[in-house]
C-alpha cells in the first residue's frame, strides 16, 4: 500500500459524458500528478500540481482539467468522452515539487471505460 | 528529456539473479537515472535511483556504468513477486525553473520480466 488512495476503482460511461476521478495524497505530500496509461500510448505524463498550483503540464487534452486543493487531495476532470479516453488513470504523489531526489508513490489506479 | 533503451523482454528463473539493462548515450551530466517496476494491475512502484556510483537498496542495485552511458538494475534473487514490468527513466535535475518539466517520469516501454519458477 503506497498511501495514495484513488476513487472510483472503475467507471463505466458513455461517450459525451463527464466524470471526475478523485485522488488523496500520501500523508505530508505536497505535490500530486497524473498519468494516462493506455495500451497504444503507454503510461504518459498528464499534468502535476504542488501545494495547490499547477507546476506543470504533459500531453494533457483541453478536455481534460485537473485541480489540487487546500487539503492536498486533487481531482481530473475528463469531459466531452471519447471511446479512446478509456485508460487506466493514475495519480501519484511525492514531498517535494520536482522528485527528482526523491521516488513518486503511485496510487491503484482508476479504470475508465468509455462506451 | 534524454531517451533510454531497454529490451523489450527478459525471463528468469527464481532465485536466480537478474540483470536488467539501459542505454541512455545521450546522458547529460545533471540526469539522474530512476528505475521503477509496475506489477500486473498495479501502479508502478519505485526501485532505485542514481546519478554517478552504484546503489545498493534493500529492492535492488544499480550498477551505472563509467562514463553514464549504460546502466543495469540488478535484482540478486528474483522471485515470483518480482515478474513486472521494469522502467528506466532519466529525471534532470537542473529543470525547473520554466516549469515545464518539473517533477514528470517520461515512461518509455519498459522490459517485460517474466520469472519462471
Known amino acids: 500500500d503506497s498511501g495514495v488512495t484513488q476513487t472510483p476503482k472503475h467507471l463505466i460511461t458513455a461517450t459525451g459524458q463527464r466524470v471526475t476521478l478523485r485522488c488523496s495524497p500520501r500523508?505530508?505530500?505536497?505535490?500530486v500528478y497524473w498519468y494516462q496509461q493506455s495500451l497504444d500510448q503507454g503510461l504518459q505524463f498528464l499534468i502535476q500540481y504542488y501545494n495547490g498550483e499547477e507546476r506543470a503540464k504533459g500531453n494533457i487534452l483541453e478536455r481534460f482539467s485537473a485541480q489540487q486543493f487546500p487539503d492536498l487531495h486533487s481531482e481530473l476532470n475528463l469531459s466531452s468522452l471519447e471511446l479512446g479516453d478509456s485508460a487506466l488513470y493514475f495519480c501519484?504523489?511525492?514531498?517535494?515539487?520536482?522528485?527528482?531526489?526523491?521516488?513518486?508513490?503511485f496510487g491503484p489506479g482508476t479504470r475508465l471505460t468509455v462506451l | 528529456d534524454a531517451k533510454t533503451t531497454q529490451p523489450n523482454s527478459m525471463e528468469s528463473n527464481e532465485e536466480e539473479p537478474v540483470h536488467l539493462p539501459c542505454n541512455h548515450s545521450t546522458i547529460s551530466g545533471t540526469d539522474y537515472i530512476h528505475w521503477y517496476r509496475q506489477l500486473p494491475s498495479q501502479g508502478p512502484e519505485y526501485v532505485i535511483h542514481?546519478?554517478?556510483s552504484n546503489v545498493n537498496n534493500r529492492m535492488a542495485s544499480l550498477a551505472i556504468a563509467e562514463d553514464r552511458k549504460s546502466s543495469t538494475l540488478i535484482l540478486h534473487r528474483a522471485t515470483l513477486r518480482d515478474a513486472a514490468v521494469y522502467y528506466c527513466i532519466l529525471r534532470d535535475s537542473q529543470l525547473g525553473a520554466g516549469g515545464t518539466s518539473y517533477g514528470k517520469l517520461t515512461f518509455g516501454q519498459g522490459t517485460i520480466l517474466t520469472v519462471h519458477p
Open positions: 542514481g546519478l554517478t
Open positions: 500523508s505530508g505530500d505536497l505535490s
Open positions: 501519484a504523489s511525492s514531498v517535494a515539487p520536482s522528485g527528482v531526489y526523491n521516488e513518486q508513490f
